[in-house]
């Protein structure tokens, strides 16, 4: 984690490390590398760390492109707790709001040679419990990976 920069805004406590960041690119490579810091800290393998990582990172680009559209006066807000038993990871934007049925499914045939829309697919993937909740303004996610659980993750989607 670098140095926290006038743009950052901090909360940490003994388990939770809580961030408002500005929606960039450099917000969401610095959640991603904290998502990896704090799973190695807690103990999860390093298959774990990066499929950890690789999930926030979907979430906070989904939270800065397609919540904030980049919005320069819109934030987001991520946070870390580990309860001892889980990673919890909360991502939230000021965007219009998700209706993650209106998601396409990536599997499909006529979006298996699109560019983007498997973020959402590849954190339901890499994680034990996902939520997705609209709220007014924006959209948070909730990501849960539980210490010990198989390395593959869950098996047969997310939850919403």
């Known amino acids: ?5 006038a743009i950052d805004y901090i909360k940490m406590t003994a388990n939770r490390v809580s961030y408002t960041l500005d929606s960039t690119l450099d917000s969401v490579n610095k959640v991603e590398h904290t998502a990896e810091e704090l799973a190695a800290k807690i103990g ?3 298959d774990d760390r990066h499929r950890i990582a690789m999930a926030v990172r979907e979430a906070a680009v989904n ?4 919540g904030n559209a980049y919005d320069p006066n819109k934030k987001m807000m991520v ?4 309860t001892g038993q889980s990673l919890v990871i909360k991502v939230r934007d000021q965007g219009k709001g998700l209706d993650p049925s209106a998601v396409p499914d990536p599997l499909a045939p006529e979006n298996l ?4 829309g498997r ?5 339901n993937s890499f994680m034990d419990e996902v939520q997705i909740r609209t709220l007014d303004p924006g959209t948070e996610i909730t990501l849960v990976k539980h210490v010990g659980a198989p390395a593959s993750g869950r098996q047969g989607g997310g939850s919403k």
């Open 63 to 66: 939270a800065v492109l397609h």
């Open 113 to 116: 040679l699109k560019q983007s």
């Open 79 to 82: 946070s870390f707790e580990n």
């Open 44 to 46: 999860f393998s390093e």
């Open 119 to 123: 973020g959402i697919f590849l954190i």
């Open 1 to 5: 984690m670098g140095a926290p920069t």
